[in-house]
T-cell receptor
Framework: GDSVTQMEGPVTLSEEAFLTINCTYTATGYPSLFWYVQYPGEGLQLLLKATKADDKGSNKGFEATYRKETTSFHLEKGSVQVSDSAVYFCALRGSNDYKLSFGAGTTVTVRA | DTGVSQDPRHKITKRGQNVTFRCDPISEHNRLYWYRQTLGQGPEFLTYFQNEAQLEKSRLLSDRFSAERPKGSFSTLEIQRTEQGDSAMYLC??????????FGSGTRLTVV
């Protein structure tokens, strides 16, 4: 079945550092790929998405590129802020499906 | 758009008791999903409604779990004879067709 593997955390960074969270997936066909973010005490929020190979999703300074050849969707941000402290989840939705399959999440803490 | 509302936010119950959670989706969303998230893991799919019809149930949803969505509006998730292993965050999400999900803030269940 479809599955997502993402980099284990926790990750602790200083403000303005570069952030990368690795995500790889296993799926048949052409899934859509997502990054969700969960801030403390809040629900999951869609951060960005990509629906086909080579698409780049971007939002709030975060970027991720759908790489079919490496089955990856790594999340990057060039300069993190304290407000980026959250749990980040990589997810996929299989083609012709409605369910999301999530990775285990990566906790990111940014220190001033 | 008031978002997806879940009630209660927290529930503590004794083992063996029944609990019921409610989810109010975004009004124009015809699809509603329930997920369960345990500590340190990503959300796992439980069940899916399109309008009032429950179209899929995960194997995670044992016979003690039942979900309804009368009239295709709000949904309830009931757990009978709760067990300690049921302790988790229960997340509801809604969407219009296959477009992006909107998640609620979740109901955190603790079974003591």
């Amino acid at each position: 079945g479809d599955s997502v593997t993402q980099m284990e955390g926790p990750v602790t960074l200083s403000e303005e550092a570069f952030l990368t969270i690795n995500c790889t997936y296993t799926a048949t066909g052409y899934p859509s790929l997502f990054w969700y973010v969960q801030y403390p005490g809040e629900g999951l929020q869609l951060l960005l998405k990509a629906t086909k190979a080579d698409d780049k999703g971007s939002n709030k300074g975060f970027e991720a590129t759908y790489r079919k050849e490496t089955t990856s969707f790594h999340l990057e941000k060039g300069s993190v802020q304290v407000s980026d402290s959250a749990v980040y989840f990589c997810a996929l939705r299989g083609s012709n499906d409605y369910k999301l399959s999530f990775g285990a999440g990566t906790t990111v803490t940014v220190r001033a | 758009d008031t978002g997806v509302s879940q009630d209660p936010r927290h529930k503590i119950t004794k083992r063996g008791q029944n609990v019921t959670f409610r989810c109010d989706p975004i009004s124009e969303h015809n699809r509603l999903y329930w997920y369960r998230q345990t500590l340190g893991q990503g959300p796992e799919f439980l069940t899916y409604f399109q309008n009032e019809a429950q179209l899929e149930k995960s194997r995670l949803l044992s016979d003690r779990f039942s979900a309804e969505r009368p009239k295709g509006s709000f949904s309830t998730l009931e757990i009978q004879r709760t067990e300690q292993g049921d302790s988790a965050m229960y997340l509801c999400a809604s969407s219009r067709e296959t477009y992006g999900y909107t998640f609620g803030s979740g109901t955190r269940l603790t079974v003591v």
